[in-house]
Structures are given as structure tokens and as C-alpha cells.
């Protein structure tokens, strides 16, 4: 019998949730539909419009003959196809379905109720959700230059901070932590402090100086990088990332993950694709000009409208006079059948995130610009 509240009704009897639930709210995908038009331009989702590799279409097409099967458990080929295009321990390697899921297995391996996370600002939300339900306490370091920043984050840095995580390319601004920042950071923090290095836009950074993390991961025992094929690989819809960390680290990560997670069609997808370096520097190389060129176009605009330097495969334009806003070029490119993403609660103010698409789709947004800004 359930206990009679004070107006003698029986409170309802539902299983209790776990605490680390409160204040969650689901995910909310981007826009991907408008209703006056058929076939928008997407580029709410960072996703890549070159598509896949044609041999990773290949792979996947060959592979419809052995849906019966259960994947490889021990993922051999796709590991050592990533050691060997990166340089990499392929032990030190896991795949899972996607770094979304690896970034929540590090955190279930790593945190406990009640220690700190502390995050870069521009983070992947997910991470966030992924350690509050876990029922840590997030803290979130500034970054005052719109990229991860050290002092930042080492002045967030508490007794029960268990864990470090920055995305390097952050995201929605695409700006990443320097090598020699990503060194100090990892020198000054405690060693017995997870720092976990995000790095899913890695694969777009041309710059000298960047470093995704792997350095780090190979010249101690915690520090751990993530990966996706999900961006430049153009297999977002498989569901395939993965991660690089010490022994101790994929110990721990190997103690609790689901052996199937990483499906057989998207390790051989991904297995050709990142075999595939002419197309990876295909892709890249086509990023880079076309991130030119929109930032060209754009200056060209004159006042009002500001494109922010970005090394990913999506850029921020802030609107910086009265008559323009965020909302408003938002609405303009909607009515042309384009679909941006606003940027969220806590990300830099008045801008807007566009993803890089093909040269016509990026032309068709700077046509659009330029009229709404004109106005
Ligand atoms: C910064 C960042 N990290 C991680 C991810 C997760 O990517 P996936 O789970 O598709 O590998 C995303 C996806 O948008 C992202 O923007």
C-alpha cells in the first residue's frame, strides 16, 4: 500500500530515477527540414558534403553479404588501419559507435558521484550530459580567446577534479589549443587528473603549431584523445569514432565496454576510408580554400558582419551592428531553403555557425549574406 499525501490522495508509484538525471533535458538535433523547401542546403551539423570516400562506400557494399554476423569484437582491422595511417600503438586504439559513446565510456570508467569534471567552455554537450548523469559537479573554464585556455583551466582545478576535457577543435567556434599551451597544460595539471583531449574536428587543422593529442597520450599514462569518422570522413550516419589513450587507460575502457558497439559495417566503411589518404587530403585541402574564400566574401561585406577564424569544417559570423542580428541572417538563409545552426545558450553572443558545404552551397550563402547585410 502507498503512503496517502496530505489531500489523501495516493502519490503516483514510478520507479525512481537516478539523480544525476535532474535538470537533463534530451538532446535537441539540429534543424534538418524546412517546410517551404524540398531539398534545403544543410549545414546545421558539421557534417561533410563530399560524402565518404568512394572506397568506403565500396566496403560497406560488400559488406551486405555478412549482415548475419556479429562484428569483430577485438576491431583488428580498424585499429590497425588507424595505427598505421597516424602512427599509432594500434593496442592503444578503441572504436565505438561513435566518440559520442567514448567520451561517455571514459567518463563512466573515470568519474564518480561527486567529483569535479572540468570543462573548456565550447565543449561537446554531450561530454557534458555524459558527467552529469554520472552525478559529478561540472565546472566550466572561460576561454577568453575563444579557444581552450590553460590558465582557465588550471585556475578551475579542485581537490575533486577528477577529469580534464577540452574539445581541440572547440566547437561552434573551431579554435584549438596550441601544442606548447596543450604541453603546459598537461606539465601543470596533477597526474592523477584524466585529461581527455577531444579532438573530432582534428582531422581539418592545417597549422603548424596544433597538436591533437596523441603526443601526450604516448608520454604518460593520462591522457587520452577521441576521434570520430563522423566529419571529415563522412560517416556520420554509421556511427563510428574512436579513441588513443595508455594501457591503463584502454584497460579501463575495455573493462566496460559493449563488444558489438562499433557495428561490422561501419568499421569496414571506416577501415577503407582512413586507408584512403588522397581522399582525406582531398577533403581537407577543399575545406581550407572554401574557408578562404567564405571569409573573403564576407570581409567583403564591409561592417556589420564579422567571419571568426576557424580551423574546422564550420565558421561563426558575428554580427556586430544595430540593424543585423543572428536571428535575422538566421531567417534570411531559411527563407533561400539553407538551414544554419543558431548557437546555444553559453556559446559566443550574437553569432550564427554555418558547416562548410560544397563551393555552390557556400557561393548560395554568401548571396544570401550579402543581400541581408545590404538591407
Ligand atoms: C566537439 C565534438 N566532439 C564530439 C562529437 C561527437 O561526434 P560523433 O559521436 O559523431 O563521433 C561532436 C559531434 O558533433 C563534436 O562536435
Given at each position: 500500500m502507498s503512503a496517502q499525501d496530505a489531500t489523501g490522495a495516493h502519490p503516483p508509484c514510478v520507479p525512481e530515477q537516478h539523480p544525476g538525471l535532474r535538470g537533463l533535458a534530451p538532446f535537441r538535433q539540429g534543424k534538418s527540414t524546412l517546410d517551404d523547401h524540398v531539398n534545403p542546403i544543410k549545414l546545421s551539423a558539421n557534417e561533410s558534403h563530399h560524402g565518404p570516400s568512394p572506397l568506403a562506400v565500396e566496403a560497406y557494399r560488400n559488406h551486405s553479404?555478412?549482415?548475419?554476423r556479429y562484428p569483430d569484437g577485438a576491431q583488428s582491422q580498424l585499429r590497425r588501419a588507424i595505427a598505421e595511417t597516424f602512427g599509432l600503438r594500434a593496442q592503444g586504439i578503441i572504436c565505438g559507435n561513435g566518440s559520442d559513446e567514448l567520451l561517455q565510456l571514459l567518463i563512466r570508467a573515470y568519474v564518480r558521484p561527486g567529483d569535479d569534471v572540468v570543462f573548456s567552455?565550447?565543449?561537446?554537450a554531450m561530454a557534458v550530459v555524459h558527467a552529469t548523469a554520472q552525478g559529478a559537479r561540472i565546472v566550466t573554464a572561460d576561454e577568453p580567446e575563444l579557444r581552450p585556455d590553460t590558465d582557465s583551466l588550471l585556475a578551475a582545478m579542485a581537490p575533486r577534479t577528477r577529469a580534464v576535457i577540452i574539445a581541440s577543435p572547440n566547437n561552434p567556434v573551431g579554435r584549438y589549443l596550441p601544442r606548447a599551451e596543450l604541453e603546459r597544460l598537461r606539465r601543470d595539471l596533477p597526474a592523477e587528473t584524466l585529461l581527455i583531449v577531444?579532438?573530432?574536428?582534428?582531422?581539418?587543422v592545417e597549422a603548424e603549431?596544433?597538436?591533437?593529442?596523441q603526443a601526450l597520450v604516448d608520454a604518460g599514462s593520462n591522457t587520452v584523445m577521441t576521434r570520430t569518422f563522423?566529419?571529415?570522413?563522412?560517416?556520420a550516419g554509421l556511427r563510428i569514432g574512436w579513441m588513443y589513450g595508455p594501457a591503463n587507460v584502454v584497460d579501463a575502457v575495455e573493462r566496460i565496454r559493449t563488444p558489438f558497439s562499433a557495428s561490422a559495417d561501419a568499421m569496414a566503411a571506416a577501415t577503407a576510408a582512413v586507408r584512403d589518404v588522397r581522399y582525406t587530403r582531398f577533403v581537407r585541402d577543399y575545406n581550407t580554400a572554401q574557408l578562404r574564400r567564405i571569409e573573403a566574401g564576407v570581409t567583403a561585406m564591409g561592417a556589420g558582419i564579422e567571419f571568426l577564424t576557424t580551423h574546422a569544417n564550420f565558421y561563426l559570423l558575428r554580427f556586430t551592428d544595430d540593424r543585423h542580428t543572428e536571428e535575422g541572417a538566421a531567417q534570411a538563409l531559411e527563407r533561400q531553403g539553407i538551414i544554419p545552426r543558431p548557437v546555444a545558450a553559453?556559446?559566443?553572443?550574437?553569432c550564427l555557425r554555418i558547416t562548410v558545404g560544397l563551393q555552390h552551397e557556400n557561393d548560395a550563402v554568401l548571396g544570401v549574406l550579402a543581400d541581408y547585410m545590404a538591407r
Open positions: 553479404g555478412q549482415l548475419f567552455r565550447h565543449s561537446f577531444d579532438a573530432a574536428y582534428a582531422d581539418y603549431d596544433f597538436e591533437p593529442g563522423s566529419k571529415l570522413y563522412g560517416l553559453g556559446g559566443p553572443a550574437r
